[in-house]
C-alpha cells in the first residue's frame, strides 16, 4: 500500500495544501482540532478524518510524513508530540517563533526530514530573476522593495512582522546573501495596541544594496511586490497579477545628461506552474527519497527569526 501524508490543520491555507495533496493522490488524512473544518475536508476528498492525535499515530505504518499547517504557536508542540513516530516532516512558514524552540527541535532532528514551507522558492518567477541577476542584465543592483500588504485578519500569537516579513526575507536572503548592516524600521499600532499590523523595514545587504521591505495587514489593495532597481535595468515582479504573461517585468533605463530615461520595457514569460504544487512534488519526492534531499533550511529560520527579534 502507498504511503500518504496526513495534513494538520484545515483553516484556509491548510485547505489548499490537502487539495493540492488529494490531486497528487497523497492525502492520506485530515486533522484540526475544529471537528467541523476537517469534517468538511475529510468527505470532501473522501480521506481519514482523525479526531485525536493518538489517532495518527495508530495509523503510522500507512503515513508518509505530516504535513503541520496550523498556527504558528501551535508547530512546536505538534512537533514534539510526533517526532518520536515519524520521520519527515513539512511545516509551514514560519516554523515557530522564539528561538529556543527551534534549538530544542535542532537537538531532536536527527534522522528527521524536515521541511519549512518555502512556497516562493518554487515560484517559476523567482528562478528567473535570481538568473536575470546573475547575468547582469540589470547591471549593478543598488536597491530593492518588497511590499506584502493585505486586509488582514489580527493573530493573537503573531504581528504582521512575524507572519509576512519571514516570506520576503527568505527571498532576500536567497537572491543576496542572509548577511545585513544597518537595520531600521518603523512599526505602528494602528488598530491594536501594542500588536504591529504595519511595519517599514530597512537594511542594506552585504554588498551595500538597499533593502526596503514593507509589511500591512491594515492595506485595502492586495499587493505582494518585488521592485529591483540596477543600473541598466527595473525589474518587477507582481503575484498579484493573474496573468503569468504579464507578472514579471524589466524596464530598460539610461542616464541621459541629468536625467534617467526609459528605453524599452518588456514582460517575460513564465512557465504556468503553480507554486504549492511544485513545492509539494518535490518535498514528497525528498520524503520518498527520489531526488536529493531538499536543504535542511532550519539554518534559514534561525537567521530570520533573530532578524525579527530585533523589530519591536
Given at each position: 500500500?502507498?504511503?500518504?501524508?496526513?495534513l494538520i490543520?484545515?483553516?484556509?491555507?491548510?485547505?489548499?495544501?490537502?487539495?493540492?495533496?488529494?490531486?497528487?493522490?497523497?492525502?492520506?488524512g485530515?486533522?484540526?482540532?475544529?471537528?467541523?473544518?476537517s469534517?468538511f475536508l475529510?468527505?470532501?476528498?473522501?480521506?481519514?478524518?482523525?479526531?485525536?492525535?493518538?489517532?495518527i499515530?495508530?495509523h503510522?505504518?500507512?503515513?508518509?510524513?505530516?504535513?503541520?499547517?496550523?498556527?504558528?504557536?501551535?508547530?512546536?508542540?505538534?512537533?514534539?508530540?510526533?517526532?518520536?513516530?515519524?520521520?519527515?516532516?513539512?511545516?509551514?512558514?514560519?516554523?515557530v517563533?522564539?528561538?529556543?524552540?527551534?534549538?530544542?527541535?535542532?537537538?531532536?532532528?536527527?534522522?528527521?526530514?524536515?521541511?519549512?514551507?518555502?512556497l516562493?522558492?518554487?515560484?517559476?518567477?523567482?528562478?528567473?530573476i535570481?538568473?536575470?541577476?546573475?547575468?547582469?542584465?540589470?547591471?549593478?543592483?543598488?536597491?530593492?522593495?518588497m511590499r506584502?500588504?493585505?486586509?488582514?485578519?489580527?493573530?493573537?500569537?503573531e504581528n504582521?512582522?512575524?507572519s509576512?516579513?519571514?516570506?520576503?526575507?527568505?527571498?532576500v536572503?536567497?537572491?543576496?546573501?542572509?548577511?545585513?548592516?544597518?537595520?531600521?524600521?518603523?512599526t505602528?499600532?494602528?488598530?491594536?495596541?501594542?500588536?504591529?499590523?504595519?511595519?517599514?523595514?530597512?537594511?542594506?545587504?552585504?554588498?551595500?544594496?538597499?533593502?526596503n521591505?514593507?509589511?500591512?495587514?491594515?492595506?485595502?489593495?492586495?499587493?505582494?511586490?518585488?521592485?529591483?532597481f540596477?543600473?541598466?535595468?527595473?525589474l518587477?515582479?507582481?503575484?498579484?497579477?493573474?496573468?503569468?504573461?504579464?507578472?514579471?517585468?524589466?524596464?530598460?533605463?539610461?542616464?541621459?545628461?541629468?536625467?534617467?530615461?526609459?528605453?524599452?520595457?518588456?514582460?517575460l514569460?513564465?512557465q504556468?506552474?503553480?507554486?504549492?504544487?511544485?513545492?509539494?512534488?518535490?518535498?514528497?519526492?525528498?520524503f520518498?527519497?527520489?531526488?536529493?534531499y531538499?536543504?535542511?533550511?532550519?539554518?534559514?529560520?534561525?537567521?530570520?527569526?533573530?532578524?525579527?527579534d530585533k523589530?519591536?
Amino acid at each position: 500500500m502507498k504511503k500518504k501524508s496526513v495534513l494538520i490543520g484545515c483553516g484556509e491555507w491548510g485547505s489548499r495544501q490537502a487539495k493540492t495533496l488529494f490531486e497528487l493522490n497523497e492525502l492520506y488524512g485530515v486533522f484540526d482540532i475544529n471537528q467541523k473544518k476537517s469534517d468538511f475536508l475529510s468527505k470532501k476528498f473522501k480521506v481519514h478524518q482523525f479526531k485525536t492525535i493518538q489517532e495518527i499515530i495508530k495509523h503510522k505504518k500507512n503515513i508518509l510524513s505530516l504535513f503541520i499547517c496550523s498556527s504558528a504557536e501551535t508547530h512546536y508542540d505538534l512537533f514534539l508530540k510526533m517526532h518520536r513516530h515519524f520521520n519527515n516532516f513539512f511545516i509551514e512558514k514560519p516554523l515557530v517563533n522564539n528561538l529556543n524552540d527551534i534549538k530544542k527541535i535542532e537537538n531532536i532532528k536527527k534522522g528527521k526530514k524536515i521541511f519549512i514551507g518555502h512556497l516562493m522558492h518554487f515560484h517559476p518567477a523567482i528562478n528567473k530573476i535570481e538568473n536575470i541577476i546573475k547575468s547582469g542584465e540589470l547591471g549593478t543592483v543598488k536597491s530593492v522593495i518588497m511590499r506584502r500588504h493585505n486586509l488582514g485578519r489580527y493573530r493573537t500569537f503573531e504581528n504582521v512582522v512575524q507572519s509576512f516579513a519571514p516570506h520576503d526575507l527568505s527571498i532576500v536572503f536567497r537572491l543576496f546573501g542572509s548577511e545585513y548592516s544597518n537595520l531600521k524600521y518603523q512599526t505602528f499600532f494602528l488598530y491594536q495596541n501594542n500588536h504591529i499590523d504595519y511595519a517599514q523595514i530597512f537594511f542594506n545587504s552585504k554588498k551595500k544594496i538597499k533593502i526596503n521591505i514593507s509589511v500591512s495587514w491594515t492595506s485595502i489593495l492586495k499587493e505582494q511586490k518585488m521592485t529591483i532597481f540596477g543600473t541598466r535595468g527595473i525589474l518587477e515582479f507582481e503575484d498579484t497579477e493573474q496573468d503569468f504573461d504579464k507578472k514579471l517585468k524589466i524596464v530598460k533605463i539610461e542616464k541621459f545628461k541629468n536625467n534617467l530615461r526609459k528605453r524599452k520595457e518588456y514582460y517575460l514569460k513564465l512557465q504556468k506552474k503553480m507554486p504549492l504544487r511544485q513545492q509539494a512534488i518535490n518535498v514528497i519526492a525528498s520524503f520518498n527519497n527520489k531526488i536529493k534531499y531538499l536543504p535542511n533550511n532550519l539554518d534559514e529560520s534561525k537567521k530570520i527569526l533573530k532578524f525579527i527579534d530585533k523589530i519591536r
